[in-house]
């Protein structure tokens, strides 16, 4: 047995495992921003990319969100890039709120080679973008406000040394791949391409053989755990899904809650109904500011809300730890998107329940996501529950439902760059449930509810008792 103290048997292995970095080839500033920001050693994305990308490789990628893709691809990217010499490195995201996320972590641990970083989306005036797109290395930004800016001639790439397409499927799928385009053709043709993307469909492999120079294939394991996610669907009709989210939100004492909408229609009305109901939950999508985008997400990672509303913009990419419930509240339209979206939960060991909600016109499309998941999704019957009108009715005509596949079709397609400047208004109305009335999800009048009930087996994952993670604290 060791005699050493515990604090320096501790240093000597974070020192062992810090070794691992240093192995992939990593210059000393790198290293020491790494170990400040309190990495020890490397995921199995990290260790099969840098290598690569210090390399000069052309790489295809694909990981899990959470798994340090970021800083697989940012590291080798930080390596190459000299400060003060111009833009030298392009990033590409679906979304704002991705480009926010990349762009501060490559600044984290590009600060100590003093690399600037911008970041660029739609949704916030050009101007100041403008001035700083003078002055840095490396710029993170959505195609339609990048294309913008080449167009206008305020972006230069002609010293782009690395192109990176980070979730290059949803680009795709958002509508962006005339814009991506556009963007790659601007760019060098004697530079190095990463890309990452969770499926390989014809669209991606198209881009790679298109613009990508025999690249490496990386495949890094998924870090949900099957054996620990426990998913399950109620047959409910239309008009009662909000009775039933309110009734089982209400049943737990613990956890972080995410529950998908397919629209921003729905997500709006959902999250109105449930703070009627006296939940407090807040909602993100495309449509609002990003003043307002930026501040749910804030309020949600310090868990000041502990129920968000959400399209499938923040099921990708967006690093959202300990989440512990997620709500299919409208079923998605593929299995890539269910997966993506239960892929918020039972990451890093920790438990988690994947709950959808099958309605009358759903029955096809959960069919062919149940043949696509390949795992187990149980059938609950559904328990009592107390049914409450929604304050603004949209759950019982066709003629809604046929307006909801619509909107979601326009949604998907819309630009980043002329879909947002018309709605970055704050809603009118919205306002913050008191820190009284939210304890941890909402008030209850002073009484504490002990069971939590979702109609599934009491011991499964120890939901009845009182020390379990999904119980009393």
Do not use: W
Not at 341 to 360: D, E
Not at 460 to 468: I, L, M
């Amino acid at each position: 047995m060791s005699t050493l103290p515990l604090a320096s048997r501790k240093s000597i292995t974070i020192t062992n495992k810090m070794e691992k970095f240093k192995e992939l080839g990593l210059s000393h500033e790198i290293l020491r921003a790494i170990e400040e920001e309190g990495f020890t050693e490397p995921s199995e994305v990290q260790e099969k990319t840098i290598p690569l990308v210090l390399a000069g490789k052309d790489v295809i990628g694909s990981s899990a969100t959470g798994s340090g893709k970021t800083l697989a691809f940012g590291a080798g990217i930080i390596e190459g890039v000299s400060a003060g010499s111009g833009i030298q490195a392009l990033i590409m995201t679906p979304t704002r709120e991705l480009a926010e996320q990349v762009g501060q972590t490559i600044a984290k641990f590009g600060h100590k080679k003093k690399i600037r970083v911008a970041q660029i989306y739609g949704g916030v005036s050009m101007g100041p973008q403008i001035n700083i797109l003078r002055y840095v290395d490396i710029v993170v930004g959505t195609p339609g406000r990048l294309l913008d800016h080449l167009k206008r001639k305020t972006l230069n790439v002609s010293r782009v040394r690395f192109l990176v397409l980070d979730e290059a499927d949803r680009m795709l799928d958002m509508g962006f791949i005339h814009d991506v385009e556009a963007i790659v053709r601007y760019c060098p043709p004697n530079r190095q391409t990463l890309l990452f993307s969770a499926t390989m469909s014809q669209d991606i492999e198209y881009m790679a053989k298109k613009y990508m120079k025999n690249p490496v294939h990386v495949q890094a394991g998924e870090k949900v755990d099957p054996s620990k996610l426990y998913q399950i669907y109620y047959d409910v009709p239309h008009e009662t899904k909000l009775s039933l989210i309110v009734h089982l939100l209400k049943q737990e004492k613990n956890g972080v809650v995410m529950v998908f909408c397919n629209t921003r229609r729905n997500t709006d009305k959902l999250t109105k109904n449930l703070g009627a109901q006296g939940l407090h939950a807040e909602s993100i999508h495309g449509g609002h500011s990003q003043n307002r985008r930026s501040s749910v997400l804030k309020a949600f990672h310090t868990r000041d809300t502990l129920i968000l509303v959400c399209t499938d913009v923040a099921a990708r990419g967006l690093d959202i730890k300990d989440v512990s419930h997620v709500y299919n509240y409208d079923i998605p339209k593929t299995g890539s998107e269910y997966i993506h979206r239960i892929g918020r939960t039972a990451r890093a060991g920790k438990n988690g329940i994947a709950i959808s909600f099958v309605s009358s016109g759903d029955h096809s499309e959960f069919r062919q996501i149940v043949r696509h998941v390949d795992s187990n999704i149980e059938k609950q019957t559904l328990p009592q529950f107390e049914i409450i009108k929604s304050s603004s009715s949209h759950h019982s005509s066709s003629r809604g439902r046929r307006y909801d596949n619509h909107a979601q079709r326009k949604e998907s397609q819309r630009s980043e760059s002329q879909g947002y400047n018309r709605e970055n208004r704050e809603e009118r109305g919205f306002s913050r449930p008191s820190r009284e009335n939210r304890s941890p999800f909402a008030k209850r009048n002073g009484r504490r509810n002990t069971g939590s009930r979702h109609g599934m087996r009491a011991n499964r994952h120890n939901h009845s008792k009182p020390n379990s993670r999904f119980g009393r604290r």
